[in-house]
T-cell receptor
Framework: EPEVTQTPSHQVTQMGQEVILRCVPISNHLYFYWYRQILGQKVEFLVSFYNNEISEKSEIFDDQFSVERPDGSNFTLKIRSTKLEDSAMYFC????????????FGQGTRLTVV | KNEVEQSPQNLTAQEGEFITINCSYSVGISALHWLQQHPGGGIVSLFMLSSGKKKHGRLIATINIQEKHSSLHITASHPRDSAVYICAVRTGTASKLTFGTGTRLQVTL
């Protein structure tokens, strides 16, 4: 069964460092998303991406964050200068359409900023 | 902004029991998703609903659009059903999902 894959599964980084989280969405999907879940809290939307541009973003997704689809398969989330409060589980998701289609999630990347 | 509430927050059941988890939301939606999150953290999609009822194995999901309410039922529960069950909604033409806080289910022998 096709799945969304994320790498790495766990990343530890020092405050102020740049991190790139990687995702390979399901191949025929057109919509891509990043969500995050701070420990003990609910999952929050960060950004959605379609047709090589951001279609929607939350207030969390400030100038420190960026997304890119550098080739035909990868979808990346970059955090330019990490803060302690960026520590969270980051989930990538993809869907065929956006309105009434199922979203498929990756296993997540646990980011720890020290 | 859509507020998504789930109840109960925590649920303990014995193997074989029938389980119901509830989700309510404040604004009309285009779709509602039920998701399962295991202790390792990964999220698995169970159902997507915009009306009526869906069934998959021992899982049944229903939605009442007028009452802005959905339920997830698990029949003949089993310890492997132990997980966090999350309701998430998509509102209007927005692409994002808005998540509830989840219901932590523990099924014991």
């Amino acid at each position: 069964e096709p799945e969304v894959t994320q790498t790495p599964s766990h990343q530890v980084t020092q405050m102020g460092q740049e991190v790139i989280l990687r995702c390979v969405p399901i191949s025929n999907h057109l919509y891509f998303y990043w969500y995050r879940q701070i420990l003990g809290q609910k999952v929050e939307f960060l950004v959605s991406f379609y047709n090589n541009e951001i279609s929607e973003k939350s207030e969390i997704f400030d100038d420190q964050f960026s997304v890119e689809r550098p080739d035909g398969s990868n979808f990346t989330l970059k955090i330019r200068s990490t803060k302690l409060e960026d520590s969270a589980m980051y989930f990538c998701a993809s869907s065929e359409g956006f309105s009434n289609t199922e979203a498929f999630f990756g296993q997540g990347t646990r980011l720890t900023v020290v | 902004k859509n507020e998504v509430e789930q109840s109960p927050q925590n649920l303990t059941a014995q193997e074989g029991e029938f389980i119901t988890i509830n989700c309510s939301y404040s604004v009309g939606i285009s779709a509602l998703h039920w998701l399962q999150q295991h202790p390792g953290g990964g999220i698995v999609s169970l159902f997507m609903l915009s009306s009526g009822k869906k069934k998959h194995g021992r899982l049944i999901a229903t939605i009442n659009i007028q009452e802005k309410h959905s339920s997830l039922h698990i029949t003949a529960s089993h310890p492997r059903d132990s997980a966090v069950y999350i309701c998430a909604v998509r509102t209007g033409t927005a692409s994002k999902l808005t998540f509830g806080t989840g219901t932590r289910l523990q099924v014991t022998l």
